[in-house]
């Protein structure tokens, strides 16, 4: 398939957020110990930006940590010294990608790895049940990858992580951009080794120079969502990404379906 023949087959009228939202005075999402996003007038000299309190107009200040308080997107800069924004990354217009739900395995039954070992109790997406679901036949290489898990018992203590051979199989496969529906890729106490971005990134253990990534032009994307009502199979997706500085952003990433041929 051509590029232009997968633009024309992408249906824009059926296209589907997969970024939760942010409710900033109800439930959201928050991990890893960190505080809730917040948001608050701004207060400068006799002004409060609070039409409730007799302002002119609303002006907040928003107070969130990208990584811990809903769907975010990070570049190689999470684990080096790189620089560059993450939207930078990213092209403007719609990525062929792959959506698959997969079955999470308890690690003991997993027969996979990570860097500490997996304990009892974890549950991992692996790379055997990415290979059994992965389909034969495709009309593209997808060059992005939505995972949509289900099947563990997801604690926000310990929530699931990708194997070591997982993220292998996944960067295997030409796999530029990830899209988890988990809090990290990696396990949320693994004494700071970050098996799996490290695999996905194609930086070696330890290293904390982006010079030493051989896939610093790559994304993760964690706490995406993936509606029941969103099809699984070859796709098209949009990245919408605040132009900020930073190794992680709030992204909005967008499902386009194809249109049957």
């Known amino acids: 398939m051509t590029a232009a023949d ?26 890893f110990g960190a505080p809730r996003a917040s948001s ?12 409730r309190h007799g302002a002119s107009c609303n002006c907040h ?11 975010h997107t990070e ?11 993450v939207h930078r990354l990213l092209p403007l217009g719609p ?22 070992a997996p304990q009892t109790g974890d549950w991992l997406v692996t790379a055997a049940a990415l290979r059994r679901v992965w389909p034969a036949a495709l009309p593209f290489t997808p060059r992005a990858l939505l995972l949509r898990t289900r099947g563990g018992a997801a604690r926000d203590d ?27 890729v990696d396990r949320s106490q693994d004494q700071g080794r970050l098996t799996a ?26 706490l995406a969502q993936f509606p029941a009502t969103v099809a699984e199979g070859p796709c098209g997706l949009l990245m919408q990404l605040p132009a900020f500085s930073g190794d992680a952003v709030p992204s909005r990433p967008i499902h386009l379906p194809l249109a049957v041929s």
């Open 6 to 31: 997968f633009i024309a087959r992408l249906r824009f009228d059926a296209a589907t957020s997969l970024a939760r939202e942010l409710d900033f005075g109800g439930a959201q999402p928050t991990f």
């Open 158 to 184: 310990n929530p699931p992580y990708l194997s070591r051979e997982a993220a292998i199989e996944i960067v295997a496969r030409g796999i530029e951009h990830l899209l988890v529906d988990l809090p990290s």
């Open 40 to 51: 608050a007038p701004l207060v400068v000299g006799d002004f409060t930006g609070d039409i």
């Open 61 to 71: 200040r928003i107070s969130l940590v990208p990584h811990c308080n809903g769907t």
């Open 197 to 222: 971005h490290r695999v996905f990134f194609g930086l070696p253990p330890g290293s904390r120079s982006a010079a030493d990534a051989a896939r610093g032009d790559c994304t993760i994307t964690e």
């Open 75 to 85: 570049s190689v800069a999470h684990v080096t010294d790189a620089t560059t924004p």
């Open 95 to 116: 990525i062929p990608a792959l959506l698959l739900t997969i079955d999470l395995v308890q690690a003991p039954a997993a027969g996979e790895s990570s860097d500490p």
